[in-house]
T-cell receptor, first 115, second 114 residues
């Protein structure tokens, strides 16, 4: 069975600090996809990144970076120089390869960035 | 940029009433989904839909729920007789095809059952 664990329920940082959100996943599949979504206070789910299990290269997009470690089944998300607008709930999710398989979400990490 | 839209944004209904939540997926997408998020909890999969039939459903999606694509654009979720515990945010999502794994989410419909 698939499972996504986000152990950090809430994190609070001061603006301009770096922050890392942890995500650990479980799956029996050798091919799978990992995602991060952002849910701002307005409630919508904003897609941030998708990573497939064959691509362990880390990715950087502006102030966002992702560290995929297959050996530890982790897909961590770092925000550099955090801003107040980064305040949101962040969800890590997993799906199996093939077809339109559903996303399995973690419980989310609420990030508060204080000015 | 194309986006998934959902109506209404907020629905209040009395226990036992039927509700229909509406979604317009991105126009060339082929796979459609419903998820729900009870307040403060994680997002949970309800059902996926492809080629005019249900592909997969979770144990949450019992006989009280049904989905339909009544025309070429709308994708609906019907709850036949709402319960208090159906109160949640309901998200519709769509994806392009089998090879595309990005599911694009709508803004959600907040359902409140009183």
């Amino acid at each position: 069975a698939q499972k996504v664990t986000q152990a950090q329920t809430e994190i609070s940082v001061v603006e301009k600090e770096d922050v890392t959100l942890d995500c650990v996943y479980e799956t029996r599949d050798t091919t799978y996809y990992l995602f991060w979504y952002k849910q701002p206070p307005s409630g919508e789910l904003v897609f941030l990144i998708r990573r497939n299990s064959f691509d362990e290269q880390n990715e950087i997009s502006g102030r966002y970076s992702w560290n995929f470690q297959k050996s530890t089944s982790s897909f961590n998300f770092t925000i550099t120089a955090s801003q107040v607008v980064d305040s949101a709930v962040y969800f890590c999710a997993l799906s199996e390869a093939g077809g339109n398989t559903p996303l399995v979400f973690g419980k989310g990490t609420r990030l508060s960035v204080i000015a | 940029e194309p986006e998934v839209t959902q109506t209404p944004s907020h629905q209040v209904t009395q226990m036992g009433q039927e509700v229909i939540l509406r979604c317009v997926p991105i126009s060339n997408h082929l796979y459609f989904y419903w998820y729900r998020q009870i307040l403060g909890q994680k997002v949970e999969f309800l059902v996926s839909f492809y080629n005019n039939e249900i592909s997969e459903k979770s144990e949450i999606f019992d006989d009280q729920f049904s989905v339909e694509r009544p025309d070429g654009s709308n994708f609906t979720l019907k709850i036949r007789s709402t319960k208090l515990e159906d109160s949640a945010m309901y998200f519709c999502a769509s994806s392009l095809d089998r090879s595309s794994k990005e599911q694009y989410f709508g803004p959600g419909t907040r359902l409140t059952v009183t």
